[in-house]
């Protein structure tokens, strides 16, 4: 009885563990990051984006589609190329110095 207890209270543990890592990128959002679309390349998107054409992170399938975001550090999005509403086009990725 005591072993079953124990195995019951292992996966309580994970399956919370496991949930607290899917809502940490919401948690991190609210205070020091901020949307950002046209920054993402193919496959990087962090969620669905604003055409409907897809509804998960990561299945973007441009390079730098204005309608797919990915955070960025608060009040970096543009220099980074991208802008903070979704537009049509592709944004234009910060140019290395």
Same mark, same amino acid.
């Given at each position: 009885m005591v072993k079953n207890t124990f195995n019951q209270f292992a996966l309580a543990a994970?399956?919370?563990?496991a949930l607290g890592l899917a809502a940490s990128p919401v948690f991190a959002a609210e205070g020091s990051k901020e949307k950002c @679309?046209?920054?993402s390349k193919a496959g990087e998107n962090d969620c669905a984006n604003s055409a409907g054409t897809h509804s998960c992170a990561g299945n973007s399938t441009v390079? @730098?589609?204005g309608?797919?975001?990915k955070y960025a550090a608060k009040g970096s999005c543009e220099k980074l190329g991208g802008?903070?509403?979704s537009f049509k086009g592709r944004g234009m990725p910060a140019k290395s110095s």
């Open positions: 994970a399956v919370a563990g @679309y046209g920054i390079n @730098y589609d309608q797919d975001w802008k903070s509403e």
